[in-house]
Nanobody, 115 residues
Framework: QVQLVESGGGLVQPGGSLRLSCAAS????????MGWYRQAPGKQRELVAG???????NYVDSVKGRFTISRDNAKNTIYLQMNSLKPEDTAVYYC?????????WGQGTQVTVSS
């Protein structure tokens, strides 16, 4: 079992920055994959960024160069640094983990980009 708790969402103006955190109950380096998804109203949930156990990273094209995913194994936490935020980044952001074939989700944190 892996429990995930996100934090760091909020309201930010276009061009601003936020850092999301996801604290995991289990040792994260034992997970196969961890990442951040987002879901905007009326849209499907999409993968934003992910990191494998070996440290390989992947990003959706729309956030490349603006978002950075990272992890701190000592703190069992992954992060999503979001810079140059745009109104279209507005969504609920979910932390995700896959371990031994099972999927785990956090409760989500709202990110709103608006002036």
């Amino acid at each position: 079992q892996v429990q995930l708790v996100e934090s760091g969402g909020g309201l930010v103006q276009p061009g601003g920055s936020l850092r999301l955190s996801c604290a995991a109950s289990a040792i994260i380096f034992s997970t196969d994959y961890m990442g951040w998804y987002r879901q905007a109203p009326g849209k499907q949930r999409e993968l934003v960024a992910g990191i494998t156990r070996g440290g390989s990273l992947n990003y959706v094209d729309s956030v490349k160069g603006r978002f950075t995913i990272s992890r701190d194994n000592a703190k069992n936490t992954i992060y999503l640094q979001m810079n140059s935020l745009k109104p279209e980044d507005t969504a609920v952001y979910y932390c995700y983990a896959r371990k031994l074939g099972a999927d785990y989700w956090g409760q989500g944190t709202q990110v709103t980009v608006s002036s």
